[in-house]
């Protein structure tokens, strides 16, 4: 009897095999498609009870072209996730009430972005603001009495509805025309008009209480633009005050990296303090300690530098002496929480190729890793647990929780009926000798439906920044997977310059665009070559955007005969007009070692207009005309030198997108008119013909 059951129970094993064998050959690439389709999760919320966290979940609308955000819940434990909102207008940014009942929220359902109340009960959302202007960046008080969030304003304006009453006036005058005094005239993707982001606070236990300006006093945007939000701004755990983050920077605002941090009366009853005015470089993102006697922050040290080491400060609090935790640590700190019991700090921080989790003794410095596989995405508390998302180059963003010092476990699995049906490239980690000898770090993507024994087409990706990484991260603009999907292996290389392997590494490519990052390229190359004899090194593309457009172009005449075709996103093309026509004039100004006018040749020492006669790889030239980091004419100007030179090469312009391409349906578009491009030449190699 024990027989006959073993030998059923091996047929039973082999069927299922058989059936996981069967899916895996009908599994297939993913596509631009699937990228889009992919649910995205953000912004996880512990309640304060530690047992429920609400979090953010993304779907795209490709009708509206948009993408549209829900609030769900699911038990710290795991299980199901239940879904809290499901109105068509957007909400997110969770908050929750102290009490564990209700959450604050925001909202568009109204017509404009405002703060929503719903209880975890049951029942409709509820509207807590009808302000006269959207806001944004909500905060909640530990005592759930008082908010703080942002709104766009005229600084000379008093109160919100004077600046929607200009709004008004402006939108029907028929002049068109602004005078402008001093920069920035406009920043990122918006021309200014004269408004400023400030912070407001608003008292929940009033209900005919109005918004107090705790910022109106500076000439700052609070928080910062482009990318600033709530990790710039907080309540102390007494609710009595709010720290938050400015740069005051006047005329010398575009040039400046200067930002402060500044104490208020959370009522508005006092002006704002700067407490870091001995620091002349960035200071930001505040977090109190539980018991409220530490005030922690990150701080960079060299003015004028954006990719500076983040160190952690702890400030006492109210006064005291700072101290540098971290300035033995050579990693620079992104997220950070403090433990329960305020003795450690729970930090991630860019590590070889992985945006780890790391916790930090707060008495003595030493850090000790946590989880090292992937990026760790906004960790925060439940009780004794770690909460945060966690994504890797083969899964987007699933949360996790974790004990300190165990293994993380999923709690969700969105997504899941999609990724079975993929068959996602395995990615692997290498490393090579490349500039000087020094050690680099490279990732290789396999195809899907890999074969060893056959030789496949590479897509070489440059990333951006250039203080940045490709790293062991889901991307949803430079996914290596689309390529993979398509057929070709993806080569990515973290050259000199590249974050998370120490700050000497990253400051080495300042004021060396051209040098140490295209040797590293090179020798990354063939580093791959030698060691993954899969890799067809004869039918080869690259790619990049921002510094990996620029080394697009550097790559058409410094390396001219090595690639089939080139692909080149928002791009470099001369140095000197860059510098006069971007907006954050401290970027180039560091990397180049002065204005234009003041240090030209350090700028032209790797300008890629200088190399044009020699120009004769295919290129497809991709720009945003919103984009004023890297204004539109780079963009056309790389365009007209390759059609006057003969050049094979193609335009693809989009009128409504900025250093980025973020709604669905160019995106899309996006994806295949480059696998189109990188088909054509793959297998065509262009022999010249340039005049």
């Keep these: 009897m024990r027989s006959m059951t073993t030998f059923l129970l091996f047929l039973a094993l082999l069927a299922a095999a058989g059936t996981v064998l069967a899916q895996a050959d009908d599994r297939r690439g993913m596509t631009v498609h699937d990228l889009v389709a992919m649910e995205r999760l953000s912004d996880p919320q512990p309640s304060p009870d530690g047992k429920t966290v609400v979090f953010v979940r993304r779907t795209t609308d490709l009708e509206a072209n948009r993408g549209r955000t829900d609030l769900w819940r699911i038990s710290v434990d795991g299980g199901e996730p239940v879904q809290l909102t499901s109105h068509q207008a957007s909400d997110s940014s969770p908050r929750w009430l102290p009490s564990g009942d209700e959450i604050l929220f925001l909202s568009s359902r109204s017509g404009s972005s405002q703060v929503w109340r719903l209880a975890l009960s049951g029942g409709e959302a509820r509207p807590v603001t009808d302000l006269p202007l ?37 939108a029907e005058d028929k002049v068109s025309g602004r005078l402008y005094e001093r920069l920035f005239v406009r920043h990122w993707d918006t021309w200014k008009d004269g408004r400023r982001s400030h912070l407001f606070s608003l008292s929940l236990s009033d209900d005919g209480a109005k918004p107090v300006d705790l910022s109106g ?11 600033g939000g709530a990790e710039e701004m907080t309540f102390s755990p007494d609710g009595a005050e709010v720290v938050f983050t400015a740069r005051v920077a006047g005329a010398e605002e575009p040039w400046s990296t200067n930002f402060d941090l500044y104490r208020v009366p959370a009522d508005g009853s006092g002006e704002p303090v700067n407490l870091t005015t001995a620091n002349l470089a960035w200071d930001t993102h505040p977090v109190f300690s539980p018991d409220g006697r530490q005030l922690a922050y990150t701080a960079m040290e060299r003015p004028g530098f954006e990719a500076d080491r983040l160190r952690l400060v702890l400030q006492p609090w109210p006064t005291g002496e700072a101290r540098v935790l971290t300035q033995e640590w050579d990693r620079s700190v992104r997220d950070f929480l403090f433990s329960a019991d305020g003795k450690t700090l729970f930090v991630t921080a860019q590590d070889v190729g992985q945006v780890s989790l790391f916790a930090i003794d707060v008495a003595r410095g030493a850090v000790t890793r946590l989880l090292n596989d992937g990026t760790v995405r906004s960790p925060s508390l439940a009780g004794d647990r770690l909460v945060f998302g966690r994504d890797t180059l083969t899964s987007p963003v699933q949360l996790y929780s974790m004990l300190p010092g165990e293994s993380p476990v999923a709690l969700t699995t969105i997504n899941g009926e999609r990724l079975a049906e993929l068959d996602l ?20 993507v396999k195809p899907a ?12 990706l440059v990333h951006g920044g250039p203080q940045g990484s490709f790293g062991n991260s889901f991307h949803y ?72 457009g620029f080394m697009m172009n550097w790559i058409a005449g410094n390396w001219p005969d090595r690639f089939r075709c080139l692909v080149n996103h928002d791009g470099l ?25 003041a240090a030209a040749e350090r700028h032209e020492a790797h300008n890629p207009v200088d190399h044009v006669e020699k120009w004769k790889t295919p290129m497809l030239v991709i720009h945003g005309a919103l ?59 262009w022999e010249g013909g340039a005049e």
């Design 217 to 227: 006093s500076l000439d700052a945007d609070v928080p910062s633009k482009p990318f």
């Design 573 to 597: 093309f001369d140095h000197r007009m860059m510098y006069y026509t971007t907006e954050e004039l401290w970027f180039p100004e560091w990397e180049h070692r002065g204005p234009y006018y």
């Design 449 to 460: 439906g890999f074969d060893a024994e056959k030789k496949y087409p590479i897509a070489f």
């Design 627 to 685: 984009d004023y980091r890297v204004p539109e004419t780079q963009g056309l100007a790389t365009f007209t030198a390759l059609q006057r030179r003969g050049v094979p090469s193609q335009l693809l312009f989009f009128p409504d997108e900025n250093h980025w391409v973020l709604q669905p349906g160019n995106s899309i578009l996006w994806h295949d008119t480059v696998l189109d491009w990188l088909e054509r030449w793959i297998d065509a190699p």
């Design 134 to 170: 959207p806001v944004a960046n909500l905060v909640v008080s530990p005592r759930g009495d008082r908010i703080l969030f942002s709104a766009e304003v005229f600084p000379d304006c008093d109160g919100l509805q004077c600046t929607a009453d200009r709004l008004a006036e402006e």
């Design 425 to 444: 490239g395995a990615a692997e980690q290498f490393s090579f000798a490349g500039w000087n000898d020094a050690k680099v770090h490279a990732y290789v």
């Design 477 to 548: 603009r430079w996914n290596p997977q689309t390529y993979t999907g398509a057929g070709y292996a993806a080569v990515m290389v973290d050259f000199h310059g590249s974050t998370g392997y120490g700050q000497a590494f990253t400051d080495s490519i300042t004021d060396d665009w051209g040098d140490k990052p295209l040797v590293d390229l090179q020798k990354g190359l063939a580093a791959a070559l030698q060691r993954y004899p899969w890799l067809d090194g004869d039918r080869t593309c690259a790619l990049g955007a921002s510094y990996g």
